[in-house]
């Protein structure tokens, strides 16, 4: 079992759905029942297999890949099939393989129209796999390849299942998304050729890159087309715009993925490849990459306080959450890309939550208008406090989870990494903290408006209104109970990622930038970053 | 232009006499294949474009042999001007008359396929240039039909039979399409 | 270019600096997270099983509750022993001082053996000399990143247990009382969930071992604090303050936020191996000992100032405190005036470090807190004159008391602002108490229309009432008059008969504090007069309340009455030297992470005229109503509302002067018009104007704004400029070809050409790129 | 001889070819123009065959031949069967995949 698990533990989690899918395949359209049960055999298999690898999962060298696979794959251009987990990646794959099963529980027996489950479950997990893929994938070309297989099912997710506008939201989303993996993979293309590398294999591209060496343009290039590639996929500010239309037409279940996983595959491109393979890049991009994070939080926020419709609302605060997650990560330090993961996962639980409950309201009362909601409490109890809860997750609130996203990324940015400019980063730490009291301001009013006082007439003495169902409290309860034990034991995650974290970051970036020397610099091979902050020193002296 | 510095007795490779027949060579038949490539796709008469393409089809095998590749060289007059050009022959004379003689090109659908095209060729030729600027063609010896024959039925023996397929599929597919019923 | 002292630890018992804690003690110390572990489990048994239960939860919540009183009950008695008797070792913190830009100097100072140590900052000491008065740490690992042990943990002194005692014991009245109070309400269970929650997160503040603990605590008794204002939230109003409390608290978190980020990177600097701490105690001991630059003191110490000032109500961030009232009556004792509004000034007291380098307490004669302290004890005095609402006098009247103490620790009087927090929890919980009583009996908080006569009907509400403003408005020998001369003397200010001592002369405050002391006296005097005296103005019935309201406010008077006992002043000759200053023995640390203050010694001068302002204070409100319109009321036979010449109507200059030529009594124009007119007429109603209208509309229109903003970024940016720059792009590019859809005209060609075209622009970058 | 002056002339043909079956509206030309595209292919197969000294170019050559006979086959059979639907061979005409 152990050696099956650690040879073949990684392909066949990602390909389980595969086999789900051919299994679905077989299967006459008009047994729905099946294709549910069947889909969600897979998904819960699936899981069964994540429990297996984390057993197996040596928690003491979360900075190593384990499980790892490494085959050749396309001879011709190097690319090989290489696979593993590490502490960064396995947050998010069991996250993904929570996510899944319980969106489809969830749809169990309210499939959005035009029913179809059969084509629906496929599609979901077809999306598991890709998911699944890219965040174990270590070659880039196999990383790009699992990235596009997600796009699709989304796509037609939206297209065919979506709102009123769905033409426009799911067009408007593909198009984004591919402009970003063009300019995405064009980059990956130059990175192989000009580091010089045996392979597309990213422990090759970076040993490559740190021995050959990359012009500053080039790399500052490369980085940018990543950099456009992951930021629309994140999505940071100015690229966000797709985001809450697609978000507003989704079906409640593609909301709730498109929220709590794929959002994360644009910043764990970040972490897992831009950063690592690119430092000196990162370095000169970072205090951008902080700068539209700020704006996002702000922007966000002020988005939000202007929506009228549920979703939508719910859908701008992700640009504001992921605002915080892209802070922590322009900080290069292991603190704030710590922080950052958390801040993924949290948000992929809070928000998801959140748009489970958007889309059960819907059902409710057809409408996501919040002039014309109110009073959940008092017709669903349960209900709206679950909601007052994600509310306060959501906001920051200390003892749930997405505190430690957003605190511990403040808090990263008072002293961010090697070669930064710490000024800089500190305007944005406090002009963050200003995103937490504006982030209140628009939740609060959310569940003020949403969840207190009276029900409104028309809603009044409406039957269909009925309290958390069975399927609803199954799939909820498995991200409420982790939203609270996160939140009150943050080392479950802090635990594994930190020492992958610490293993991707280069080592020029973990040093602390006031305590370098030129000498050392030199020693550790990282002299332009330590130019890079002698840049900076007039700002530092400051402090 | 192996063969004939085969039949004149010469070392291809160390001969400068050869290296500059060979170009001129070269340099005819590419202005020739050009023109007609350019009338090819230019001219309103179909059945013209047809002729222009034999010429460019002829050139291309002339090139083959000058590159030292005979029996591409000569597979390219079997069956793209023996069979290719006189299927498309055929082709024109059944759907005579759809269009006429001439068609009327929309300046504007032009327009956009020559700015595509140019910058296509611009792009090719750049990192054509770019790259290959200095290499020079140092083939040995021409290469034998034997040789090819071998590589064939040895080290590209599946895609060969892939192509059997193809080509019979291909076939069977040409008429279910075409057929009358 | 800072370079600090050079302190390493190579071997501990030698060197490094001595926090003042020690992580031995009695069992019962270093388990202090048993009190608040309680009630959090009986928040968790109450919200799951509460509705099942024979009385729906609220047992559980008692009983929780109550066990965790008899705890920090007999932790205080621990805490005293261990005070005087214990003779451990203490740890040491092993600093490293950095050149900025030097080389990481101490790493080939220390063997493995104090790497381990190190990592968390500190080092455990050998046999270092023992202190006697030494707070007990016990921290684990709360999680760990970068390689900082992020620990949450215990740090047990006199002020966490005096804290302790006091929320526990309050808490358990208040749960008392709500049996009767809110009995029947729909959300009883809920209700009692969150005062459980409210309790359990207010322990684990007070027991804070560290900053980011602190920080955890203090969101999440703010959030029990926003669930319980709005506990009726079908009315919009109470939602709003719930919101309003709630925003206006995260404006001031933003300043904790910040504050404790500047300090933890810090103190981080200083430290070997890490770059980071939270500990408290390392936090005040590297403060103290001027290790830090004075500006980020002064940036941290100013931030935290501001979520000083949201959490304890300060001038200008007080606005929520009077609307937070909108809640439970017995909930606003709990929380709005005993325990989480004083979280503030609990933490300048648990940060007093930071605070005394940061705003350079001990030698300047002014300073940010203080300044604070004193403008809002004196707005929230004036402002308790004009209110109908009884809550919301008590509210402004907490407010003001919450700025004496912030007043207190800023002019350096940390024991007398300590104190005075412990007295002050008990008389203003008696008071709120007390007008709940009375609330509940008559269905109203409106003393003008609702109340009045109430002391026949309602004896024992009465004479609680009595009690608690006395004590609060400062009358010897009640509680009040003890810890307000302390806060008086400390100010340094008194100049009389040699003087006080102190941390500097803070004249001005002393000013402050003592117009304050009078001005409280007449509003409470007020206060009593509307809801006890004159004719009853409400309707119906009005019975004494149960004894499940009058027993908590019958102990809560007790105390109210002899807690000023406990820190008799030093030098009291009537009674023996043992039983003076217990309180500051006790609860004053005397160990490394506790700044060198100077303490003022009292002044029997000082005590005398300020007890003779508390009178005349009061008298001068007695003259008025109890003589002059309890008489105009009799004389017109009407009741108080139909006044004439009521105490709402205001003086404008020229009345008073035609009335000094009118009236005969020119004393009467003096406390009439002039004194308690000017103060409760235009005077106060220009404060309360300005409350009302300039701060809090400044509010209101800051939320307008930003959703006006919103509006525009979202109408205007968003959806105009962004959005239509997307759009716009891919019109602009149909239009060459007509229009968008013409793109996907299904024509072969145009695709092929687009796929032609992309490909060329995309080998065209890769070529440029390469 | 140098590599670039056969590969810049397979560059010009396979422009002049794509630009015939972006231009032309006539299906037939279509078709001959992608047989110029894939005779440009071609020239450059062997023209690195010749560069490299190795046979595997040519042999591609060959194979990119009969699959341009077995294009040309089915490519020819589809316009006369839109020919005979439609009377009418214009591309430009045919756009039943509009969106």
Known sequence: MENFINDWGLTVTTFLPMVGVAVMLLIPKAQEELHKKAALATSLLVAVMGILILTQFDFDATGQLQFAVDHIWIDVINSHYAMGLDGMSLPLVLLTMLVVPLCIIYSWNHFPEPQNPKAFLILILVLETGMIGTFMAQDLVLFFVFFEVVLLPMFFMIAVWGGDDRRYASLKFFLYTLFGSALMLVSFLALYFLSGSESFVLSDLIAAVSSNGISRTAGLWIFAGMFLGFGIKVPMFPFHTWLPDAHTQAPTVGSVILAAVLLKLGTYGFIRIAIPVLPEAAVEWAPWIGLLAVIGIIYGA????????????????????????????????????????????????????????AGSVKERYHTLDINRLGGLLIQAPRMGWIFGLCVMASLGLPGLAGFWGEFPAILSAYNPGNGLPVTTFRVFMVISALGTVLAAGYLLWLLQRAAFGTPKDEFAEDPSITDVTKHEWISWAPFLALIVAIGIYPNLIFRVTDGAVDASLNDCLQVNASELTAEQAEALGCASIYNLHEDHEDHAAGE | MSVYAEMVGLDPLTSGEVVVAQNIAFGLIAVIMLFSALRMVTTRNVVHAALYLVIVLAGSAAIFILLGAEFVGVTQVLVYIGAIVVLFLFGIMLTRGALGVDEEEKGEQRLMSCLVAGLLAIVTAGALINTFSDAELTRSSPSTTATVGDSIFSQFIIPFEAISVLLLAALIGAIVVARKD | MVTELFIFAESASQSGLPLGITSGGAWLLRNAWLIPLLPALSFLGILFFGKRMPRKGAELGIAAVGIAFVLAVLTGLAWLDHRDNYHGEETHLAVAAVEHHGEISHDEHHDDSHDEHAASGHSESGHHATHSSLAVSNTVTWFQ?????????????????????????????????????????????????????????????????????????WELVGVCSFALIGHWW??????????????????????????????????GSVLPDTFGSFSIAATNAVANNGLLSHTALLVAATCLMAAVMSKSGQFFLHTWLPDAMAGPTPVSALIHAATMVVAGVFMIARLYGVFFEGLSIGGSSINLMALVGGITTLVGASLAFVQRDIKKVLAYSTISQLGYMVLALGVGAWTAAVFHLFTHAFFKACLFLGSGSVAHAVHSFDMKSDMGGMRKAMPHTYRTFIIGSIALAGLPPLAGFWSKDEILAGTGGWGLFGGTGGNGSYTLMLVMGMITAALTAAYMTRCVYLTFFGEFRGHGDVHESGPRIVAPLWILAGLAIVAGLFNLPK?????????????????????????????????????????????????????????????????????????????????????????????????????????????????????????????????????????????????????????????????????????????????????????????TVLAGILIVIV | MYLNQFLLLSAALFAIGVYGVLARRNGVLVLMSIELILNAVNINLVSFAAFQDSISGEVFALFVIAVAAAEVGVGLAMILLLYRNRRNIDLTEIDLMKG
């Open chain 3, 145 to 217: 990143t970068n390689g900082v042990d992020i620990s949450v943990g215990v740090l047990v002194d006199g002020l966490s247990v005096m804290m302790l005692f006091v929320v526990t014991l309050v808490s358990l009245l208040v749960h008392i009382y709500s049996t009767d109070y809110v009995g029947g309400d729909r959300r009883y269970t809920h209700y009692f969930a969150f005062l459980s929650l409210f309790s359990a997160s207010m322990l684990t503040l007070v027991i804070s071992e560290n900053t980011l603990q602190l920080l955890v605590a």
């Open chain 3, 571 to 759: 030098g009291f000759q009537l009674v023996p030297d043992s039983f003076q200053e217990r309180f500051g023995h006790y609860v004053e640390p005397v160990a490394g992470y506790f700044p060198t203050i100077s303490h003022a010694t009292p002044s029997w001068s000082l005590a005398i005229i300020s007890t003779l302002v508390v009178i005349g204070g009061a008298s001068a409100a007695w003259w008025y109503y109890f003589v002059k319109v309890e008489a105009a009321s009799k004389a017109s036979g009407k009741s108080l509302t139909e006044l004439p010449n009521g105490p709402t109507t205001t003086y404008p200059l020229a009345k008073i002067i035609h009335n000094i030529l009118d009236k005969k009594y020119y004393l009467d124009h003096l406390y009439t018009g002039i004194i308690a007119g000017g103060t409760k007429g235009p005077l106060a109603r220009m404060a309360y104007r300005f409350n009302q209208q300039v701060i809090d509309g400044t509010v209101d229109r800051v939320g307008e704004t930003a959703v006006k903003s919103g509006q525009f970024v979202y109408d205007k940016i968003d959806q105009l400029v962004v959005d239509g720059a997307v759009n716009t792009s891919g019109r602009l590019s149909s239009e060459a070809g007509g229009e968008l859809r013409k793109i996907q005209s299904g024509k072969v060609q145009s695709y092929a050409a687009i796929l032609f075209a992309a490909a």
């Open chain 3, 234 to 267: 079908e009315e919009k109003p109470n939602s709003d303050a719930a919101l309003k409390a709630f925003l206006t608290n995260r404006v001031g978190d933003m300043g904790l936020l910040v504050g404790v980020t500047i300090l933890f990177f810090s103190v």
């Open chain 1, 302 to 357: 002020l988005g939000c306080l202007a929506q009228t419709d549920m979703k939508r609302l719910i859908a701008f605060s992700s640009v504001a959450h992921m605002g915080f997650v892209m802070l922590g990560i322009s900080t290069l330090t292991d603190f704030g890309i710590n922080a950052a993961i958390m801040g993924m996962v949290a948000h992929g639980l809070i928000t998801g939550m959140l748009f489970f409950i």
